[in-house]
């Protein structure tokens, strides 16, 4: 076992805190000047000032120096930055011998007591004195019994402030409840066609409500009210649509109208890419719409999903979580609620419903029965469940392979078997993880050994050269810059001789002398904006030569680990790995088998064997196509890839929905 150091019993001392966001904490600053005084009085090294965790929360950097401060994490996370910094800082200096923390609350609010005390434990045990406004606990040795008095002030300790937490979710669900038994808001965006209306407690209009403002006044509530008379109408005809069309074609129909959808001029994130909410309507918005009670039944909810750590709401009040309800002791699922165990009240301030109960009624039923299907549902995106995802195909039919859980791991198989439920091609099928390590082992292979990576560089490098222009911009743009200089001076001066012209012919001469200068200034001006946009065009160059290098030295590090298949998944995206797979029939004593016989790897710009497959893939779609082709082969078309209709329209949408390729 490793020898902890022993540390100096007056060293260096680290602050540490955590901000909860609340109105009524002392500022960061104050915790400094009690952390500094604390450290004068008791002789510790500390460094951090008023100063230092200014910046440091302007910046929103967990640490500096002596100071880590963690900014809006829960309490009853306990693995957070600066908290996680801090303990790591701890086992790398052995001569910090205290952690100045304010309260037992800055340190820990956690949903169970006992990891409070367990972190204190494990702190101590370091050999850490942990330094609180009203308390010092000094460090443990391992094996020495634990004071139980201690011990139990801190269990009550940790488990008051995790009470803190239960009464907030307790507050907040009645709180909810109320408000929304009123029809008000009880927080949240308005849908599409509503925006957010100061109202009194009888309902009485006072005014409309500007983006994100709060309002906290006294018998005054927030409510939804219908933003423009356009809006609604477009609400009742979109309701209207849905009755005889589907979502999908209603969608299409408003795009190509050029109606705005929702929030176009929002900014979303999408698996943590930021884009702009395009004017395109999708048909998740539509049933979106269509589904909200608020829009159809004019009935203010609450409580249709329930999430949260701490409580959850009935209608008749908060209730601590069930059993089920825990996907691990801290992470907790969220959960749609049955209608009846929902919330619901008529909207305030007069709102009417957009169509009459019977309707609503009934389009309820008929979205019901058209969600009867798979399709449109999102999946997991997670790369590591499927490396190869879009990027393997199946030769026979040029088709892509989707991945298909099977026995605990997973297998890519034929996408137009999938779909023409065995009609249009064979079960050809590989198993996933040998066919991701075989792809791997190939680019191990052909792209990693030694001496490609020197054929790369040096072809970068080649490339970078000849972007290089032949003259020397630098010497250039400064003999330019000094040639303007010299030609302002020289307009300059003859400006003034303007002035003492003493006849019309010697002004006219000079005159002409000045503006010939100005003409030249001009010109000089345009060379040298052209050519530093140019000299700038190089820097880029080089930036991009620089960064493909660097993704070639990092290829090694993705190709490492043979079991990460998120990593291998990064590769095969990085440098666009591509697998076909061929098949054949193979019998077997008492079925015929597909086997796979042949295949091939590509990366990079290398064209593909086959024209891929790029049109529909809808059920619906293929089974059409199998309609009409039903004299051609059904089963094993070994050697003739169905021929394409759809290829060469590639820019049109094929109304595939994008469900990461999986099916
Ligand atoms: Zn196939």
Request: glycine share 8%; proline share 6%; net charge positive.
């Amino acid at each position: 076992m490793q020898k902890k150091p022993q540390r100096p019993e007056r060293g260096r001392a680290l602050l540490y805190s955590r901000d909860s966001g609340g109105k009524h904490d002392m500022t960061p600053t104050k915790y400094v000047e009690w952390a500094q005084r604390e450290a004068n009085s008791r002789g510790l090294k500390f460094t951090g000032t008023p100063k230092e965790i200014k910046r440091m929360v302007q910046d929103r950097k967990p640490c500096t120096g002596d100071l880590y401060f963690d900014y809006c994490v829960s309490g009853d996370l306990l693995s957070r930055p600066a908290l996680d910094a801090c303990r790591d800082e701890i086992r790398r200096d052995g001569n910090i011998s205290h952690l100045l923390i304010p309260r037992r609350d800055r340190l820990a609010r956690p949903g169970d007591a006992l990891d409070g005390v367990r972190l204190e434990k494990e702190l101590r045990l370091l050999g850490i004195t942990l330094v609180f406004m009203h308390m010092t606990l000094g460090p443990l040795k391992r094996g020495q019994r634990q004071d139980v008095g201690e011990a139990v002030a801190g269990y009550v300790d940790y488990h008051k402030s995790g009470e803190f937490l239960d009464d907030l979710a307790e507050k907040m669900v009645y709180a909810h409840i109320e408000l929304t038994s009123g029809g008000f808001s009880s927080g949240g965006r308005p849908p599409f066609g509503f925006d957010r209306f100061l109202v009194g407690n009888d309902g009485a209009i006072i005014r409309p409500l500007e983006k994100g403002e709060v309002v906290r006044r006294h018998g005054h509530h927030v409510a939804w009210l219908p933003s423009s008379e356009s809006d609604i109408k477009l609400l009742g005809r979109i309701l209207s649509m849905l009755e005889h069309m589907p979502a999908s074609q209603v969608a299409k129909i408003l795009t190509a109208e050029g109606i705005p959808s929702p929030g176009s001029e929002l900014i979303r994130s999408d698996h943590g890419v930021l884009h702009q909410v395009s004017g395109v309507w999708h048909q998740t918005t539509i049933t979106g719409l269509a589904r909200n009670p608020f829009i159809t039944h004019a009935m203010k909810t609450y409580g249709r999903r329930s999430m949260g750590n701490h409580r959850r709401m009935t209608p008749e009040g908060p209730r601590a979580l069930e059993e089920e309800e825990f996907v691990t002791d801290t992470k907790t699922k969220v959960v749609t609620n049955p209608i009846n165990n929902v919330v619901s009240a008529a909207g305030a301030a007069g709102v009417k419903p957009i169509i009459s109960a019977e309707a609503a009624e009934r389009l309820q039923n008929t979205l019901d029965q058209r969600a009867g299907t798979q399709r449109g549902k999102p999946r997991s995106r997670d790369p590591s469940r499927n490396p190869l995802g879009s990027r393997i195909y199946d030769l026979n039919c040029t088709w892509p392979m989707y991945r298909v859980p099977y026995s605990k791991s997973f297998r890519y198989t034929c996408g137009l078997y999938q779909q023409s439920h065995g009609q249009k091609c064979s079960h050809n099928h590989v198993d996933g993880p040998t066919a991701t390590k075989l792809a791997l082992a190939a680019v191990r292979q052909r792209l990693l050994a030694p001496a490609v990576r020197q054929q790369i560089e040096a072809k970068i490098r080649s490339a970078l050269n000849d972007r290089r222009p032949a003259k020397n911009l630098d010497t250039e743009l400064s003999r330019l810059r000094s040639e303007l200089k010299q030609a302002e001076a020289q307009r300059t001066k003859a400006i003034r001789n303007l002035a003492l012209a003493d006849t019309p012919e010697l002004f006219q001469e000079i005159k002409s002398v000045a503006e010939e200068f100005a003409a030249r200034i001009t010109r000089l001006q345009h060379e040298i904006t052209a050519i530093s946009s140019q000299a700038s065009m190089v820097e880029t160059t080089q930036d991009v030569v620089e960064e493909s290098l660097r993704l070639v030295d990092q290829l090694p590090n993705l190709a490492n680990d043979s079991e990460d298949f998120g990593k291998v998944a990064e590769l095969f995206r990085t440098i666009d790995l591509q697998m076909f797979v061929r098949f054949h029939a193979v019998q077997k004593a008492k079925r015929v088998e597909n086997k796979q016989c042949g295949g091939l790897i590509t990366w990079g710009d290398a064209p593909a064997p086959i024209e891929k497959y790029t049109g529909p893939t809808s059920r619906l779609a293929v089974q059409v196509k199998v309609s009409e082709n039903e004299k051609g082969p059904k089963r094993n078309t070994l050697s003739e890839p169905e021929s394409n209709p759809d290829s060469g329209r590639k820019a049109e949408s094929l109304g595939n929905v994008n469900r990461d390729d999986r099916i």
